[in-house]
């Protein structure tokens, strides 16, 4: 491999969260009369941790979002989890290949902990993450786009950020990846291309990652 540590993020790269979770939003912030669509949902909050979410909309609205806002989301999204959440199609062969190449890998996503558990453990990749395994903005002062997460991951796993490469499909993720000084291979399956601007390379489909890895 050409690299000693991958970091994953999680939400649209490891378990197919994404259109659920930002359909949930979209019609949550709706609802509390901020009109979202999906698309909007997708453009601004995509790869976003929740802070993020409550920092645009005080700026946009000068209205504060309720503060049960949090619990109420999650509750609907891990529902929603147990329903419909499935693993990114092809991720298992990655995670196989780099399990037996003896490639250190991880997971850093702006969701919550609670959150990266309860996806692996309705997919079933909790199999391939261990507590050593997962970073979550929570334990950084600030989310992506800042380096923070990536740069604790790295130091957490003991690999110097320039020996790193971050496997993301959000322009936040990307902008992060390259402010640690670390390679990003941008994943296209939801995300146009021109909007993951500064990924090293870019890919749409699993079977693609592993011939970058290499």
Not at 88 to 102: F, I, Q
Not at 125 to 143: A, H, K, Y
């Amino acid at each position: 491999m050409r690299y000693d540590l991958v970091i994953f993020d999680n939400d649209g790269v490891l378990v197919d969260s994404e259109p659920i979770s930002n359909r949930l939003l979209a019609a949550q912030l709706t609802e509390l009369g901020h009109p979202t669509s999906y698309e909007d949902s997708i453009r601004d909050y995509m790869g976003s941790a929740m802070h993020r979410i409550h920092d645009l909309v005080l700026e946009r609205t000068g209205k504060a979002l309720p503060a049960d806002f949090d619990d109420v989301f999650h509750a609907r999204v891990f529902a929603a989890f147990q329903r419909e959440l499935k693993p990114v199609a092809g991720v298992t062969g990655v995670l196989e290949k780099l399990t037996a190449d003896g490639t250190p890998y991880c997971v850093a996503s702006s969701g919550s902990h609670e959150r990266i558990r309860v996806g692996h453990r309705t997919t079933g990749l909790d199999r391939w993450f261990d507590e050593t395994r997962i970073f979550s903005s929570q334990d950084v002062g600030r989310g992506k786009p800042a380096p923070d997460l990536f740069l604790y991951a790295a130091e957490r796993m003991g690999v110097l950020p320039g020996r790193c490469v971050v496997v993301e499909d959000s322009p936040l993720g990307v902008q992060a990846a390259v402010a640690a000084g670390m390679d990003v291979y941008g994943f296209t399956a939801m995300t146009p291309a021109d909007r993951l601007t500064g990924a090293t390379q870019l890919f749409s489909g699993f079977d693609e990652l592993l011939d970058l890895l290499i």
